[in-house]
């Protein structure tokens, strides 16, 4: 788990993307066997990745990760989620250089 440096939306939402398949899929198995403890598992694992996904994803905008605890509170996490859409910064920021400008990553 990673919570420095940057991830463009493109990373973040993929792997929001594969978290929600897969969360969809331990649901899926939990009904089958009659319990939910394949999905609380899953959940209690990815846990902490999706925050440190979070946590980049608001420093790629140049927002400090302090700013994911708005996901928190009441209608605080609609504004997270509002800040995910947003594009990189352009230019480096005190969090690393811009993924986009990466050779490879563009």
């Known amino acids: 788990m990673n919570f420095r440096g940057r991830a ?3 990373e973040y ?7 929600c398949v897969l969360a969809l899929g331990m649901l899926a ?3 089958a066997a ?8 899953f ?5 902490v990745p999706s ?10 905008i140049g927002r400090s990760g302090w700013w994911y605890l708005l996901a928190f509170v009441p209608f605080g996490g609609l504004v997270v989620f509002v800040w ?6 352009p230019h480096g920021n005190k969090y690393g250089d ?9």
């Open 51 to 60: 925050i440190a996904a979070g946590v980049r994803r608001l420093h790629d």
């Open 8 to 10: 463009r939306r493109r």
């Open 84 to 89: 995910s859409f947003i594009d990189s910064d």
């Open 98 to 106: 811009n993924p986009k400008s990466l050779p490879g990553l563009a």
């Open 34 to 41: 009659g319990s939910d403890a394949p999905y609380f598992a």
């Open 13 to 19: 939402w993929t792997f929001q993307l594969v978290n």
């Open 43 to 47: 959940i209690a694992v990815v846990l």
């Open 29 to 31: 198995l939990g009904g």
